[in-house]
């Protein structure tokens, strides 16, 4: 295994008594495109901010390259691109002065910058506004300008927080296929987002944060496998006995009757339909239902709203 | 350079945002051009030119042939009689070329604390006295010279048609063809060039008068006169009775050693030098100022003024750069980036320094090209003045941004101190017109210590710049800016 990028141990990080981080480990992989979840107050700010150093955790080491990675470290900021949830770029200035301005602060300059601004440009298909200034822009395009000033330094590990918020779905899809183009690339990237299908889609490895804990991080595949397909079948109510008979059905994980579905829990669903066909069943429509990472995440985290 | 790269994004920022070039250049000079449409040309006059005399000259003289007349004696009986002349000098007094006016001015100008401007007429010092312009003028009427030539402590009996002039109060201007136009809404300036021309009055009159009427003794009318109060005295012999008369007048003269009766002049009289004070105290009239009144003295004082006091309103500008960069989110980026702290505050720092004095200068030259300021004797002083202003207004709007966290926040407080200081430090009113503890107060406050310096460096009057001062203000003005500096580096939190 190639040697992580990124490494966190024991993460702790308290504000007073609030403690937003509590002991966070998590290691990704060059190249990896990592989604990280979590509800309103999980940390995931928090962990992005100590990922960008911008602040240092109470405790516990960061590694980037392998080397200690923290606000004092400047150096290795080169190394790593944001862009953050709220927009982050100067509306006075146009979408080629922020790129500038930006490519200057991590050391790029004449042609270099030129050249680094026109490919940026491209990228995020701004260069017919490129001298027009960002404060004109529709959301999308903001969106897109911020996503390429955290790019335009060339950095190892992109930090996306929440890139496709008020986007239109054309601003959005094109964000989504610029991620997957970049990581694609090399690029090591960290999504963060409240787009759960988003993260499902995009994310073959997934974390998800809740109450400063990492309680969950492994591959999308695995986690969808935490819970069951659903199988619904609309038919006449069953007897008790035919339903307790459901119920033991090999590959049946559970098997009740509510308001005229008869819904049936199972890991592999497409087996036990003959079966529950063979036992009598007449059911008028079937549904299949695989689980969802808005499932996997709800049943982790819980219904209960969070601030 | 990092810091260079945030301080020309700024510097972008700042050009293309109209709202500091409203407050910075153009609200400035709209307060500088209202005000001095609004003040009257006495503001900014120091408490010397406000002791300024009037005055308009009608005095026709007297009379050839009255100035060419022999002395008023009978024929000379004797010579030189020890340091007094026997015979009268009055025509010395009033040559054909001088009028008794003239005498007058001379005394005026050799008057300490009081200059004189000469209006060219009655009806044009009517108008300047109507409109505030002047709180007084003295008009010198044409019979002023023949009136003062008449003006004797005797009667008619020794000299013809004669004036006594003086009364319980003085000397009766009436009487001597003096008229004082007064401002009714301007009553202490009134008194005082009423008082002045009182004493002068006193100090040209009463030496003429004794002079004729010391002349007058021993003469042969004196002694006539002495016949009815000395018994037997008409009995002496006419060569005895002129060795008695002689005797008399020389004797007085010793009585009063210390005054010279036949001087005629009042430093003549008191035995004094005169002072050679008059060309300092004479000022040409020059017509009061139409439309903006281009080089009037209060834009000496406006300009300055208003230039430090807007300096310090670079504390909205920089307190709103600051929210801005916070607002828009590039504060996260500009801490994410691979630059200190020490980087982001100076790149915040050398545009605001650069545009503080941008400001300071280019108010300065508006206040030149517009108001017709002056740059005083050593105009190339000013560049440091204006540099060490902007760096204590650079060092406070610092601080004031680390304070201020939102937008609100920076114009409410940043106007408040802005406002307090300039009203503490006499940047709003001459310092002059403030109390004296204020006036030391107006020293905890930086504007008070740039005032200082242009004090120096603009005033138009000043015998010479005080290097000490303007030196002095600079180095407090840099020490102001370092402290707020400091101030700011310690406290600004840029999360």
């Known amino acids: 295994m190639a040697e992580s990028i990124l490494e966190l141990t024991g993460i702790r990080k308290s504000y007073g008594r609030t403690e937003a981080l509590a002991g966070v480990s998590l290691a990704v992989q060059p190249g990896e495109l990592f989604g990280l979840l979590g509800p309103n107050g999980a940390g995931k700010t928090t962990l992005l901010a100590i990922l960008a150093g911008l602040s240092g955790p109470s405790s516990g080491d960061v590694k980037l390259f392998g080397q200690p990675f923290g606000p004092a470290a400047r150096s290795a900021r080169h190394l790593v691109g944001l862009a953050t949830q709220d927009l982050a770029i100067y509306p006075e200035l146009t979408a080629r002065e922020n790129l500038r301005f930006f490519g200057r602060l991590y050391g790029l300059r004449g042609a270099n910058l030129n050249a680094r601004i026109d490919e940026m440009l491209e990228t995020v298909e701004l260069k017919d506004r490129a001298d027009h200034r960002a404060g004109t822009f529709s959301g999308g395009m903001k969106r897109r300008l911020n996503l390429a000033v955290g790019l335009v330094h060339r950095p190892e590990l992109l930090l996306l927080d929440e890139p496709t918020t008020g ?19 090399g690029l090591t990237v960290i999504y963060t987002s409240h787009y759960m299908e988003e993260v499902q889609a995009l994310c073959p490895r997934i974390g998800i944060l809740d109450h400063g ?51 049936v829990g199972s890991t592999d669903a497409a087996p036990l339909l003959p079966k529950l066909l063979a036992m009598g069943a007449m059911p008028t429509a079937i549904e299949v239902k695989a689980p969802t990472l808005e499932n996997v995440f709800l049943s982790l985290t819980g219904r209960a709203l969070r601030d | ?60 003289g007297l009379p050839s042939k009255v100035v060419a007349r022999e002395p008023i004696q009978e024929k000379p009986t004797g010579a030189l009689l020890g340091s007094v002349s026997y015979a009268a000098p009055m025509a010395r007094l009033h040559p054909p070329t001088k009028r008794w006016v003239d005498v007058m001015l001379d005394d005026l100008k050799d008057t300490g604390n009081i200059k004189i401007e000469i209006i060219p007429s009655r009806a044009e010092a009517e ?75 006193m100090r040209v009159i009463v030496p003429w008068m004794i002079g004729g009427a010391f002349d007058l003794i021993g003469k042969p009318l004196f002694m006539k006169k002495m016949e009815g109060y000395i018994p037997g005295f008409s009995f002496l012999p006419a060569d005895m009775r002129a060795s008695v008369g002689l005797g008399i007048r020389k004797g007085i003269a010793a009585f009063f050693g210390d005054y010279d ?12 030098a005169p002072p050679d004070v008059k060309a300092k105290n004479t000022a040409e009239y020059t017509p009061p100022p139409t439309g903006l009144g281009r080089g009037a003295k209060k834009y000496q004082i ?56 941008i400001q300071g200068f280019a108010l300065l030259l508006f206040g030149k090209l517009i108001f017709g300021m002056s740059f005083g ?112 580096w310690w406290w600004m939190n840029l999360e």
């Open chain 2, 127 to 201: 108008r300047l006295v109507k409109r505030g312009q002047r709180s007084a003028v003295i008009v010198f009427e044409p019979e002023f010279s023949q009136k003062i030539d008449r003006c004797s402590f005797v009667g008619a009996e020794f000299r013809p048609n004669p004036i006594s002039p003086l009364d319980r109060y003085g000397v009766v201007t009436d009487r001597v063809g003096v008229t004082v136009i007064e401002n009714p809404y301007q009553p202490i300036g009134g008194s005082v060039v009423k008082q002045v021309t009182q004493v002068s009055l």
């Open chain 1, 167 to 185: 986007v239109d779905p054309q601003s959005r899809n094109h964000i989504f296929e610029r991620v997957r183009a970049l990581n694609a690339a």
């Open chain 2, 302 to 357: 406006l300009v300055p003024s208003y230039t430090v006091t807007f300096a310090f309103f670079l504390v909205l500008t920089v307190g709103w750069l600051f929210v801005a960069e916070r607002r828009h989110g590039t504060m996260v980026r500009l801490r994410a980036a691979p630059i200190t702290r020490g980087q982001i505050l100076l790149g915040k720092l050398l545009p605001c320094f650069a545009v503080s004095a």
């Open chain 2, 1 to 60: 350079m990092p810091a260079f790269t945030i301080a020309l994004k700024d510097l972008r920022l700042l050009l293309r945002d109209p709202r500091s070039a409203v407050i910075l250049l153009l609200m400035p000079l709209v307060l500088i051009l209202v005000l001095g449409l609004s003040l009257g040309d006495a503001f900014g006059n120091n408490p010397d030119d406000r002791l300024q005399v009037s005055v308009v000259v009608e005095d026709a």
């Open chain 2, 377 to 488: 004797a050593e105009p190339w002083l000013i560049v440091p003045v204006v540099l060490s202003t902007s760096f204590a207004a650079v060092g406070l709007a610092m601080f004031v941004a680390g304070l201020a966290r939102t937008e609100t926040q920076v114009a409410v407080y940043g106007t408040l101190l802005v406002l307090l200081l300039a009203g503490l430090s006499g940047s709003m009113m001459p310092r002059e017109l403030m109390p004296e503890w204020m006036r030391s107060l107006s020293y905890v406050t930086p504007h008070a210590w740039a005032l200082d310096a242009y004090e120096q460096l603009l005033h138009p009057d000043s015998p010479a710049i005080d290097w000490a001062t303007v030196g002095t203000s600079c180095g407090v003005l840099c020490a102001f800016g370092l402290a707020f500096s400091l101030l700011a």
């Open chain 2, 261 to 272: 009766f036949t001087a005629l002049t009042w430093y003549g009289l008191t035995k004094d």
């Open chain 1, 213 to 263: 804990k990492m309680i969950a991080c492994d591959s999308r595949e695995t986690l969808l496998s935490r819970l069951d397909t659903v199988l619904t079948l609309t038919m006449a109510q069953p007897t008790d006995d035919w339903l307790a008979s459901a119920k033991t059905l090999p590959g049946a994980t559970s098997a009740e009757w509510i308001d005229g579905y008869l819904r």
